[in-house]
Structures are given as C-alpha cells and as structure tokens.
C-alpha cells in the first residue's frame, strides 16, 4: 500500500519570503500522480499543483512550484513571495496511474503568515 | 457556481440515529468519490463511483456506511446507526473522464455525534 508522509506538522513564514513544505512518499509503482492539496480554515481544499510521476520537469503555477525527486520519493512544495492567503493546511496526496482512483494524504503542514 | 456541493453542511445527531449526505458533482464529471477527514488528519479515502457503478470501497466502510449514486447524478452517503467515532468531516469529491484528472473538492458536511 502507498503511504503519503509530511514530517512538518506546522510551518511558518514571513509574508513575501519563501517557504517549502515536504512530502515524501512510499510506492512500488513506476507511473502515478502526485498533488498538493490547500486547506483553508473553514473551507474547502483546492488543489495547488499537480505532477505527474513520468514528466521529469517539475511543475509550477505561478509562484507556487515543487521539487520532484522520483528516486528518493521526495516531492516538496516551495510558495515564493507567501502571501496572506496562502495561510492553510497543505496536504500531500498520491494518486496511482494503474485504475486505482483513490487519493492517498498525508497528514498535512499548517502553514502560517507572519505579517 | 458549478462546483461540487454538499448538503447539509453541518449535521448534530444522537447517538444511534440515521443520517443521510448529500452531494452533486461538477455536472461534466462522471467520477465521484467520497472521504472522510478526522481533526488533525488527511482524508481517507472511502468509495468511488463511475457514473451510476461502486467500483470501490475502503475497509473503513463498515456495513453501517452505505453509498448510492442514482442515475450517476448526485450521490448519498447513509450512516446508520451512528457511533461517537463517525464524527468527522464527509467530503465529497469529482473527477472527469480520463484517469488522470484531478480531484475537485466540495465544502464537506461535518458530522458531530452526540
């Protein structure tokens, strides 16, 4: 079974400095899915960023990217210029390629903004 | 708006009673899957349906918890006789045709047991 770690359970920044969270996963498959998930206090969780296991460049979404080290099952997020709004719990969620369609989580990092 | 949503939002029950969730995908997305997420925790995964069909259910599914998604449209979540432990946050989740699309979340229904 896939299993999802973030060994960060809080982290904080000063606004418009950059932070990075980390998440490193377990998985005997070769093709998957990795996402970060945002979870704002008392509201939904939308999706930050996505990757896909088989692309070796990492993805980025503004000033949102991430490091994805396939061998070593490391894909940590790094949030360039953190803003206010980017105060949340961010989880960590692996995804197969192979018909399993469940999103596997770890536990989250709360993220906090420092003004 | 044409995101997922989840009704009620909140839901207080005794101990023992029935409660029913429900949620109403993006319209496009024929995938919906359901979570559970305790304070503190990620979500756990508890079953997917592809249009009208359960192709999977987590262990976590005990034979209390029941989903249904009629037509393939909107889909219940029914816990019957409800424990202490099943107060959590329900989330409800929708994907579209190709395996490789992401998630979308609803608001959740936060579930208290009393």
């Known amino acids: 079974a896939q299993t999802v770690t973030q060994s960060q359970p809080e982290m904080s920044v000063q606004e418009a400095e950059t932070v990075t969270l980390s998440c490193t996963y377990d998985?005997?498959?070769?093709?998957?899915?990795l996402f970060w998930y945002k979870q704002p206090p008392s509201r939904q969780m939308i999706l930050v960023i996505r990757?896909?296991?088989?692309?070796?460049q990492n993805a980025t979404e503004n000033r949102f990217s991430v490091n994805f080290q396939k061998a070593a099952k490391s894909f940590s997020l790094k949030i360039s210029d953190s803003q206010l709004g980017d105060a949340a719990m961010y989880f960590c969620?692996?995804?197969?390629?192979?018909?399993?369609?469940?999103?596997?989580f770890g536990t989250g990092t709360r993220l906090t903004i420092i003004p | 708006d044409t995101g997922v949503s989840q009704d009620p939002r909140h839901k207080i029950t005794k101990r023992g009673q029935n409660v029913t969730f429900r949620c109403d995908p993006i319209?496009?997305?024929?995938?919906l899957y359901w979570y559970r997420q305790t304070l503190g925790q990620g979500p756990e995964f508890l079953t997917y349906f592809q249009n009208e069909a359960q192709l999977e259910k987590s262990r976590l599914l005990s034979d209390r918890f029941s989903a249904e998604r009629p037509k393939g449209s909107f889909s219940t979540l029914e816990i019957q006789r409800t424990e202490q432990g099943d107060s959590a946050m329900y989330l409800c989740?929708?994907?579209?045709?190709?395996?490789?699309?992401?998630?979308?979340f609803g608001p959740g229904t936060r579930l208290t047991v009393l």
């Open positions: 969620a692996y995804r197969s390629a192979f018909g399993n369609e469940k999103l596997t």
């Open positions: 990757q896909e296991a088989y692309k070796q």
């Open positions: 319209s496009e997305h024929n995938r």
């Open positions: 998985t005997s498959e070769s093709d998957y899915y």
């Open positions: 989740a929708s994907s579209g045709v190709f395996g490789s699309d992401t998630q979308y």
